[in-house]
């Protein structure tokens, strides 16, 4: 049973936070798809992270089995899975949906070790949303690209000041908008990337509390680029 807590990773509250600003000023196999493995090399990137092709397409147990494998280890539900260089792997649901954002932080609840387990793909049709920090990269946008996996889910990309946002698609057709700040470094620090699926778009959380769905998130951003 999850407890109800105050969100405490300050990663993800900027990470929407960043998402609203910009949008503060804008009025196994499913249907046929392929079936993702553990083994598909889009799973793992250059640098051994692992990627968003994995965060969305593998359901929990094979996720939790290639997190292991990658030697990501338990650190607890305020932080999820860690590995060396910063890499991550974290998630949160909200227990309710709302018009109000403070409101909806203040019912986050980070998933327990069991919880990552049981997860659909991408966490299916429940509202989740995932931390994915990967190591190895100098810039946001290189971290974007090398740690997506599968460049072939990207369905369409634009550019809010220095964050990058991306609409891509899962092999079972749900779609997830992705985001990471364009940041510069020497590489040796992880760079963060957000993945928001349907559910945890139509809390409100992303919009300001206005419990709109994917395309009109997208179509608000995209006039925001």
């Known amino acids: 049973m999850m407890n109800e807590m105050t969100m405490s990773r300050a990663a993800f509250v900027a990470g929407a936070g960043a998402a609203a600003c910009a949008l503060a000023g804008c009025s196994g196999t499913t249907g046929g798809a392929k079936a993702a493995s553990t083994a598909d090399a889009a799973c793992v990137d250059d640098n051994a992270n692992v990627t968003v092709y994995a965060a969305i397409n593998l359901a929990g147990a094979d996720l939790v089995r290639l997190l292991k494998h990658q030697n990501y280890e338990w650190q607890g539900e305020n932080v999820g899975y860690g590995a060396v260089d910063d890499a ?41 949303a995932i931390l994915l920090s990967v190591g ?16 072939a889910m990207v369905q369409e990309k634009c ?40 559910a945890f778009i139509r809390t409100g959380y992303l919009s300001g509390g206005d419990q709109i769905d994917i395309d009109e998130l997208w179509s608000r951003l995209a006039n925001a680029s």
């Open 88 to 128: 991550g792997f974290f998630a949160f649901t909200f227990s309710k949906v709302s018009d109000d954002v403070d409101e909806l932080a203040n019912s986050a609840i980070p998933l327990s070790e069991s919880e990552y387990e049981e997860l659909e793909p991408g966490g299916g049709d429940e509202n989740i």
């Open 136 to 151: 190895g990269y100098t810039k946001g946008e290189r971290a974007l690209i090398g740690a997506i996996g599968d460049a």
């Open 159 to 198: 550019t809010i000041d220095d964050t990058q946002y991306w609409l891509v698609k899962a092999l079972d057709g749900h779609r997830y908008v992705i985001m990471a700040d364009d940041t510069e470094d020497d590489g040796d620090s992880a760079h963060d990337i957000y993945i928001y699926n349907e």
